[in-house]
Each structure stands twice: as structure tokens, then as C-alpha cells.
């Protein structure tokens, strides 16, 4: 985790000169070179400025450091939702089992700032759904040691 924290702070650094924020171009670059095989439409200078102007909090035309952290936690969490996904249908297809359709978030562009609300609200969602499987599935498994006490 150390190395992880240090090359999100390195790539922040480099990409932006040492400066304290990102131009438009610098975030183009870091965009196009560092997040393409994360992110979609990482080509379309467009869609990279609708991410920048997104992410511009204060609305001073640049990332600021705190600005491309909410990035990269949005990326973060978007990428740990498609991993909790991935794992069920993983588990599922070992079961025989059908998985539960997830909706998943494949564009991570920040437009606004509130996005992240869905990722969370998607993830809990999911979390609560295992946990209710979960709670059926013991209540089957006690139900079954009990007729065969009887039995």
C-alpha cells in the first residue's frame, strides 16, 4: 500500500512539474498516459475536460492535489465494485448458480463531483444482498440438520 500512496503522489508530481495544481494539458497527459487502460475515452480531449472541469472544485481551471485525490478515490472505488462483482460471479459459476445482475459503473468521469454517491450506494446494496443470501442460505443448512435429527 506504502508503494501504491507513493506513486499516486509521484505521478501527481511529475505530471504537474512540481507545480501545485494540473493545467489542462498536464491533466490531458496524465489522463491519456496513466489512466488508459482504466478509463474510457482517455483520447477525447472533450471527455477529459468535462472529467477536469468536473473534478475543479474551487473553478480555477486546474486540479489542485486534494482535487486529484477525489479522482483517484472515485477510480478506486469504482474498480472495487467491479471486483466485488467479478468474486460473486466467480463464486456463482462455482455453485452452478445463475449471478445477480450488478449494475456496474463503466464510465468513471466525475462529472459533477456527486458521482461517487452511486458507486457507494451500489456497493452497500450488493453487500447487503450477500449478506441476506448468506442468512437464507444458513437458515436452509439449520433447517436441513434438523430433519435429519428427526428423521
Known sequence: MESAIKTVVTVFLKSSKGKENLGEKDFQSLVKNQLKNILTDTDSTEAVKTMRQGLDSDKDGKVSFP?????????????????????????????????????????????????????????????????DEEEGEKAEAVEEIGDLIRA
Open 67 to 131: 482535487e486529484y485525490l477525489k479522482l483517484i478515490g472515485y477510480i478506486a472505488e469504482s474498480f472495487s465494485g467491479r471486483c466485488f462483482s467479478e468474486k460473486e460471479t466467480q463464486v456463482a459459476s462455482s455453485v452452478h448458480e445463475t449471478p445477480a445482475e450488478v449494475p456496474t459503473v463503466t464510465n468513471v468521469e466525475p462529472k459533477d463531483g456527486k458521482q461517487e454517491e452511486p458507486v457507494k450506494e451500489e456497493v452497500a446494496a450488493k453487500v447487503q444482498e450477500e449478506e
